[in-house]
Structure formats: structure tokens, C-alpha cells
């Protein structure tokens, strides 16, 4: 049984954003240089703008400030450049809510499950290897092969449960 890791945990009053966002941003750009890759001006402003907030983010709302700095974004480019994050592993899109987060394990491709505050939008992130086995399992004796597992469960964080 591997250890039960919360990858992403909901934000906490002391959480220091600006630190959070460097450090991924300075994941990132080693992790594409290390394999040749390009972390273009516009990949990394994307990156930074769905690292804004821990709360998920729309590729319309990319694409707005986009086009508030700078005229001629267009809707393929803001697509395109969330691709490539994606299948780097540095966002997660949660398609129940056809938004993007970041990934608190940037680089590192892994199965996820976000709890998702429906009060406040804040998500935490897991990767909890028990349950993506036990689907994995679940899935193999009813003959159908798992390709990709993200689990998106809905409820209330502790912090609109105490206010």
C-alpha cells in the first residue's frame, strides 16, 4: 500500500500565495528546459494566471485578461497553451466544471482527486493510490481498461462549515 498524499491542500489564512506561484513557475521552466521544451511568454502567463487563485479558472476568463494586455489574444492560442500545461502536468482541467487548477505536484503526472468547495469554489487536491487502485481493480473485472482516472467529489471545505 503506497502513503495517501494530499498533493494540493485547501488554502490556510497564513498560505503565502506569492511563494507558492514562484515555485511553480520555477518548476516549470526547469522542468521544460530538462526536456527540450519551450515555456513560451504566453505558456507561462497562462500558468500564472490559473495559479492566481487555488480556485479553478476558466479559459474564457484566460482568454479576457489576455485580450485586456494584450490585443489579438484569440481563443486558440489560450486552448493551446492550456494543452501544453495539461499534458506537462502543471493544470488539471475538472471537466464537471470545464475549468482549470494547478497542480500542486507540478511535473509529476499522477491520479488525482479534487474535493471541490461548491460555497467558496476552493479545491484541495489528492492522490490517494488505494483508491485508483481499487477503481483500477473494479474496472479490470467488468473487462475495461482504466486510461485515465480523475475524481471530482463536490462538498463543503471546513472553512464555510465553520462560518
Known sequence: ??????????????HQHSTCLNSVLVTAEHYCQQR?????????RVLELVWKTHEPVKAYD?????????????PPTVYRALDFLQQQ???HKLESMNAYVGCGAP?????????????????AELDDYDIGELIGSKADSLGFKVS??????KGVCGSCQAA
Not at 484566460?62 to 484569440?74: F, R
Open 36 to 44: 527540450g521544451l519551450k515555456l513560451t511568454p504566453l505558456r507561462r
Open 148 to 153: 485515465q482516472l480523475t475524481i471530482e467529489i
Open 107 to 123: 511535473g509529476q503526472h499522477h491520479t488525482s482527486q479534487f474535493l471541490i468547495c461548491h460555497i467558496c469554489g476552493v479545491v
Open 89 to 91: 502536468g502543471f493544470v
Open 1 to 14: 500500500m503506497k502513503e495517501k498524499q494530499v498533493v494540493t491542500p485547501f488554502r490556510s489564512v497564513d
Open 62 to 74: 484566460i482568454l479576457q485578461t489576455l485580450q485586456a494586455e494584450k490585443k489579438g489574444a484569440a
